[in-house]
């Protein structure tokens, strides 16, 4: 399981803090597609970072910190931020936004395999029975193990992205981090990306977790989400409840913005831009777009709390039914 306890970050500028996660508080479940939605900017990027621990400067945790716990092999185990990365590829992996950029274009992807794989797992074994491993895990992928003398620029988007997706769940980590796993691959090649992840998640049944700016990638195979705005959970809940009855005013825009089969009525985004985040506004951050907003929602900041069973969201005007 991984917690993410009140966790804020900025990155450190010579203008100032730019406060890019802020108070940031939800668990994500064994077992379980977590989604993680939001306009462009809006810090999704930045918080798989601190779930990986890879906070490096000019990135800074400010406070809060992220548990990651399970069991493997038989074995408890139990890290906090600072500590996560011995755990890296074992139980938890990383898939980054642009991660065609992480393989290194000039090494063999067989390389790329070996170094990754840590020392322990490789227990006893010759190099060559590591490599036969690994080919018959990229054949159970649907991925032939040519791509293993193959450099990375002689594959194409979809095979480097797959290639990488494999390297990630090589080692069955608990916990998998995918950054954008499909922008920039067109429709059907998106379409196996995703079926390929929900595969090894039923396969594994570890945690996966998806950050998307794009909602039909959520739809189609997130359990449960999140909705983040300016740096902050607005909504969070089963994925069909938020599809069907949005109950945040900025989700509710986001979902009632979204094209339907057969619905021909024309669509207008969400007008108006985010707050910049080195100098947010008191309160609310979505005040300024927001049709309800009152002096109220300006000068306080909403509570991100329980307003029905399991569905979470942050609005001064939303009664919770929860005690
Ligand atoms: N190294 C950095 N130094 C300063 N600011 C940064 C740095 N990296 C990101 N930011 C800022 O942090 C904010 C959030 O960035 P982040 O990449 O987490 O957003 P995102 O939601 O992943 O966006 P996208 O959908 O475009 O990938 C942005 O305003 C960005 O400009
Ligand atoms: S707190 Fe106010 S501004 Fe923010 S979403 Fe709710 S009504 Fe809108
Ligand atoms: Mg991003």
Redesign the pocket.
């Known amino acids: 399981m991984l917690k993410i306890d009140h966790l804020s970050a900025s990155y450190k500028t010579i203008d100032g803090d730019i406060h890019v996660v802020k108070d940031v508080d939800f668990e994500i479940r064994d077992n379980e597609i977590f989604g993680i939605a939001g306009e462009s900017g809006c810090g999704k990027s930045t918080l798989l970072k601190t779930l990986y621990d890879i906070v490096e400067f000019p990135l800074q945790i400010d406070q809060g910190k992220v548990i990651l716990s399970g069991t493997k092999n038989g074995k408890e185990f139990s890290f906090e931020s600072g500590q996560i990365r011995k755990s890296w590829w074992n139980q938890i992996s990383y898939v980054p936004q642009a991660a065609q950029s992480v393989l290194n274009p000039i090494v063999r992807l067989k390389e790329q395999f070996l170094d990754s794989i840590p020392a322990e797992d490789k227990k006893n074994e010759t190099e060559k029975e590591t490599l036969a491993r690994v080919a018959s895990y990229l054949e159970e992928l649907g991925l032939s193990p040519d791509v293993l003398e193959a450099f990375p620029f002689q594959l194409s988007g979809g095979m480097r992205q797959r290639a990488i997706i494999a390297l990630a769940t090589f080692m069955s980590p608990n916990v998998v981090l995918a950054d954008e796993p499909t922008t920039a691959l067109d429709v059907v090649v998106q379409r196996g990306i995703l079926m390929m992840l929900t595969r090894l998640q039923q396969q594994f049944k570890n945690t996966l977790v998806i950050v998307s700016h794009d909602m039909g990638v959520h739809y189609q195979i997130t359990n449960r989400m999140g909705i983040m705005y300016s740096g902050s959970f607005?909504e969070l809940g089963p994925t069909t409840d938020i599809f069907d009855d949005p109950i945040?005013?900025?989700t509710k825009m986001l979902i009632g913005a979204l094209p339907r089969v057969g619905d021909k009525s024309q669509k207008v985004g969400i007008p108006g831009r985010p707050p910049a985040l080195k100098n947010p506004p008191p309160?609310?951050r979505?005040?300024a777009r927001?049709p309800?907003?009152?002096d109220?929602?300006r000068q306080d900041v909403?509570v991100f709390r329980e307003i029905k069973p399991g569905r979470y969201a942050?609005?001064?005007?939303?009664e919770s039914e929860v005690n």
């Not at 942050?314 to 939303?318: E, G, I, N, R, S």
């Open positions: 607005v945040h005013p900025y309160g609310c979505f005040a927001c309800m907003a009152t109220k929602c909403p942050a609005c001064h005007y939303l």
